[in-house]
C-alpha cells in the first residue's frame, strides 16, 4: 500500500528535534496535512470497477464493443498523498481497452510531436481460420451483409469509431449507459446510491452512502502502448483539449509504478507523500500545476537519498522542493521526469527511445513568454 499510515504525526522519530516537532504539528494542523485514509476506499473503488468489468464481460461477450481490462489505479489518490479533503478526493481509475475479435488496433502518430497525441485506428482481420469446426460465425471480411446481420455482428467500426479511428467521446457515453443499466447487478449497489456526473472523455460516478458520506470515481479509458507503462489516454488535459477521436500520452500508470517503487525503498517513517501534500497545499492558487510539482518531487526523489526522507527531514524537504521550483522558474526549465532520464527505475518500462530521448521542458511556456515568467516568479516568491 502506498498510503499505509507511515506519514502519521504519530510515527515521529524520539531522536527528532523538539522545535522541528512543533513546527511540523503546526504546519500539520495549518495545512490539514493528515493524509485521508485513502486505502480502504480505494480498494472499494478498484473492487466496484472491478464486479462492473465482470457484469460488462457477461453482456457484452457475444458482441464486438472493446474488450474491457482489468482496472489500473492513478493519480494523487491512488498514489497515496491527494491534496484534497477526504469529501473531495477523486479516485481515478485507468481502463485499457483491448480489440474485439476480429479487429486489432494501429497506433498513428499526430501532429509535431507524435509522442504527444495519436490516433487509434481500427482495422478488420480475417477470423475464418480461428473458429472452431463447431462455431458457424461469419467473418467480418469475408461474408456478406446479409449474414452478418443474420447473426446480428456489427463491428467496432460502426458502433465506437468515427470512420476508423476509436472515438474517447463515443466510448464515454457507451459505458456511461452501461453504468447505468448495470448498476443494479453489482453488490455495491446495496450500500451506495450512484449517480453519473457529466462527462464528455470518462465515466464520472458519484457513490453516497446511507450515512451521507460520498466517495468520488473516474473512469478513464486509455490504450497501452506495446508492453510499456505508457498509455494513451481518453482523458484531455487542462491546457489540451483535442477532438476526440485523438488520445493524448500519459505517464500516469508509470508514476503511480514509480511511487509504489519509492515505497518498497523508502524508510519506515519517509515523509515524501505528505512533502506533497504540504507543497500543493503551499501552491494553491498560483499559477504552478500540481503536475510541475509531483515531477520536482519525483525528480528529488532520485537525487537525494530515500534515506534523507525520514519524517525528521520533512522541512528539509520541503525547503529543497521549493528551491528547486525556484530555480526552475528562473531557469524556465522543469525537465520532464521520464523523458531522457538516466535514473530511471528499472522496473518501471518505457516505449523504445523515450528514455534516450530529448529532455522535455515543462516550463517552455515560460521560456516563449518572458512577462509569464515575471509573474510566476513574483507570486512564487510572494509564497
Avoid at 473492487?47 to 460488462?56: F, H
Avoid at 469446426?133 to 460502426?158: A, G, I, R, V, Y
Avoid at 500519459?250 to 519517509?270: G, I, L, N, T, W
Avoid at 506533497?276 to 500540481?290: D, F, I
Wanted: hydrophobic share 35%; proline share 7%.
Amino acid at each position: 500500500e502506498l498510503d499505509n499510515g507511515r506519514d502519521a504525526e504519530s510515527e515521529e522519530s524520539e531522536e527528532e528535534n523538539p522545535a522541528e516537532i512543533n513546527m511540523i504539528c503546526i504546519f500539520s494542523r495549518r495545512f490539514q496535512l493528515s493524509v485521508p485514509k485513502l486505502a480502504p476506499r480505494r480498494r472499494v473503488v478498484q473492487q466496484l470497477l472491478c464486479d462492473l468489468l465482470q457484469v460488462s464481460h457477461n453482456l457484452f461477450s457475444d458482441s464486438f464493443f472493446p474488450v474491457l481490462e482489468k482496472v489500473i489505479g492513478v493519480g494523487s489518490a491512488c498514489e497515496g498523498w491527494s491534496p484534497h479533503k477526504e469529501e473531495d478526493v477523486v479516485f481515478c481509475m485507468f481502463v485499457p481497452l483491448k480489440p474485439p475479435p476480429g479487429h486489432v488496433f494501429h497506433l498513428e502518430p499526430v501532429g509535431e510531436m507524435p509522442h504527444m497525441s495519436m490516433r487509434v485506428r481500427v482495422e478488420l482481420v480475417c477470423t475464418c481460420t480461428r473458429r472452431q469446426p463447431d462455431q458457424n460465425t461469419p467473418c467480418f471480411l469475408h461474408h456478406s451483409e446479409e449474414e452478418l446481420k443474420k447473426h446480428q455482428m456489427t463491428s467496432l467500426l460502426h458502433t465506437l469509431c468515427t470512420g476508423p479511428y476509436l472515438d474517447g467521446e463515443k466510448i464515454a457515453l457507451w459505458f456511461q449507459t452501461f453504468v447505468i443499466s448495470a448498476w443494479s447487478l453489482v453488490p455495491q449497489s446495496c450500500y451506495y446510491s450512484m449517480k453519473v456526473l457529466p462527462s464528455c472523455r470518462s465515466c464520472k460516478m458519484k457513490l453516497m452512502s446511507a450515512s451521507g458520506r460520498s466517495l468520488f470515481v473516474e473512469t478513464v479509458f486509455s490504450v497501452q502502448q506495446g508492453n510499456s507503462d505508457i498509455f494513451l489516454s481518453s482523458q484531455p488535459t487542462e491546457t489540451q483539449f483535442p477532438p476526440s477521436t485523438m488520445w493524448l500520452e500519459s505517464y500516469a500508470v508509470a508514476e503511480a509504478k514509480f511511487f509504489r517503487h519509492v515505497a518498497r525503498q523508502a524508510p519506515r517513517h519517509s515523509c515524501h507523500l505528505k512533502c506533497l501534500r504540504l507543497c500543493a497545499r503551499l501552491l494553491e492558487g498560483s499559477g504552478l500545476s500540481t503536475y510541475a510539482l509531483k515531477t520536482t518531487v519525483m525528480h528529488l526523489l532520485t537525487l537525494i537519498p530515500l534515506s534523507e526522507w525520514q519524517h525528521k527531514y520533512l522541512l528539509m524537504r520541503v525547503d529543497d522542493v521549493m528551491h528547486y521550483l525556484r530555480c526552475c522558474l528562473e531557469e524556465k526549465c522543469l525537465k520532464h521526469f521520464f523523458f531522457g532520464n538516466e535514473d530511471m527505475p528499472k522496473e518501471i518500462s518505457l516505449t523504445p527511445g523515450l528514455q534516450e530521448a530529448q529532455p522535455l521542458n515543462l516550463f517552455q511556456y515560460l521560456a516563449q513568454d518572458p512577462a509569464a515568467q515575471k509573474e510566476a516568479l513574483q507570486e512564487f516568491d510572494e509564497l
